[in-house]
C-alpha cells in the first residue's frame, strides 16, 4: 500500500513570494491533515478535512495561509505572501475516518526555506 | 498542551532493549496512548497504540502501568536505524505532539 506522498520536497522561495504544496494521501483515506514542524519542536495541526469539508481550521492563519480539497484526495497547502517566519516542514497526514482515535499516516514533508 | 512528559534525551547500545518512559498522569479514561518516531528528514511514523493492555507488535511493546499514569515503549533489540526522536501522546481525538525523547543508539 502507497504511503502519503507530498511535493515537492524541498523548497526555496525569497520573503513575499507564494508557495503551494502538494499532498496525495493513502487511498481510502477520508480524512486529511497538513501539519506545520518548526525546528526542534513536534508537528502542530493546521487544518483537518474530513472529505472536501474542512472541519478544523482554527490553527490555520487565514491572512497569508489557504488550503483545499476540492475533490476530496488531493489536497493542496499555500502560503501567499510567505514571510521568513514561515521556514518550516510542512507535514501532510491522513487516516481513514478521522474519529476518535483513527490512527494517522504521514508523508515525508515538504521542508521550506524562506530567503 | 502536549499531555506528556518524557526525558529529553537517552542512549541505548545496539543490540540491547531501548526503553522509553513517559508519565501521563492526567489521562482520562477514554485517552488512547500512542507512540510515534520521527527518523531525520522523514515524517512522524506510527509505532503502536494501547489503551489499558500492554500491547506488541512486529515494532515494539507498550507497557501500561494499572493506573494508567505511564507507560514504556520497549524496541526490544535497538538497531542505529532506531534512533530518531520518539513521541508519547495521549489522546481521544487530535493529536498534539510534544518534543519527544531523542533516542541514540549506540554502535
Known amino acids: 500500500e502507497a504511503g502519503v506522498v507530498q511535493s515537492p520536497r524541498y523548497k526555496i522561495i525569497e520573503k513575499k513570494q507564494p508557495v503551494a504544496f502538494w499532498c496525495n494521501p493513502i487511498?481510502?483515506?477520508?480524512?486529511l491533515y497538513w501539519y506545520l514542524q518548526n525546528l526542534g519542536q513536534g508537528p502542530e495541526l493546521l487544518i483537518r478535512?474530513?472529505?472536501?469539508?474542512?472541519?478544523?481550521d482554527s490553527q490555520l492563519p487565514k491572512d497569508r495561509f489557504s488550503a483545499e480539497r476540492l475533490k476530496g484526495v488531493d489536497s493542496t497547502l499555500k502560503i501567499q505572501p510567505a514571510e521568513l517566519g514561515d521556514s518550516a516542514v510542512y507535514l501532510c497526514?491522513?487516516?481513514?475516518f478521522g474519529q476518535g482515535t483513527d490512527t494517522q499516516y504521514f508523508g515525508p514533508g515538504t521542508r521550506l526555506t524562506v530567503l | 498542551d502536549a499531555k506528556t512528559t518524557q526525558p529529553t534525551s537517552m542512549d541505548c547500545a545496539e543490540g540491547r532493549a531501548a526503553n522509553l518512559p513517559c508519565n501521563h498522569s492526567?489521562?482520562?479514561?477514554?485517552?488512547?496512548v500512542y507512540w510515534y518516531r520521527q527518523i531525520h528528514s522523514q515524517g512522524p511514523q506510527y509505532i503502536i497504540h494501547?489503551?489499558?493492555n500492554n500491547e506488541t507488535n512486529e515494532m515494539a511493546s507498550l507497557i501500561i502501568t494499572e493506573d494508567r499514569k505511564s507507560s514504556t515503549l520497549i524496541l526490544p533489540h535497538a538497531t542505529l536505524r532506531d534512533t530518531a526522536v520518539y513521541y508519547c501522546?495521549?489522546?481521544?481525538?487530535?493529536?498534539?505532539f510534544g518534543k519527544g525523547t531523542r533516542l541514540h543508539i549506540l554502535p
Open positions: 497526514a491522513s487516516s481513514r
Open positions: 487511498s481510502g483515506h477520508n480524512t
Open positions: 478535512y474530513e472529505n472536501e469539508e474542512a472541519v478544523d
Open positions: 492526567t489521562i482520562s479514561g477514554n485517552e488512547y
Open positions: 494501547g489503551l489499558k
Open positions: 501522546i495521549v489522546r481521544d481525538d487530535k493529536i498534539i
